[in-house]
């Protein structure tokens, strides 16, 4: 994922957070995001607005497989949170959010 200083991003298989991670459904595309202010702290919210590919994590098995086509619209949040060396670090929960697996993304080199 890229966040552009203008608002605009680049995402390239982005898997869906909360119970939408279950679907194994992995977006590519670009969109906008904004920073704002959530419950728990400042969230990054990252909308799509043109979808490149729809992908599947893994294979899934038996006939009776989730389709791929994801919903019209959609919008991940990020929450910000500072890892143990201070540096920033962008997550979001996956499957059930009471269980608290987190899908933390990792900063690649800068080009």
Known sequence: MVLREDGTALFEKLDGQDFDFENGRRLSGTGTWRLADGDGGQVVRLTPTARKRVERRSPVTGTDAPALEPPSTYRWSFYVDR?????????????????GNTYVMTRGPVS
């Open 83 to 99: 890892d143990w060396h201070d540096k920033l670090k962008l997550f979001f929960f996956y499957g059930d959010p009471d269980v």
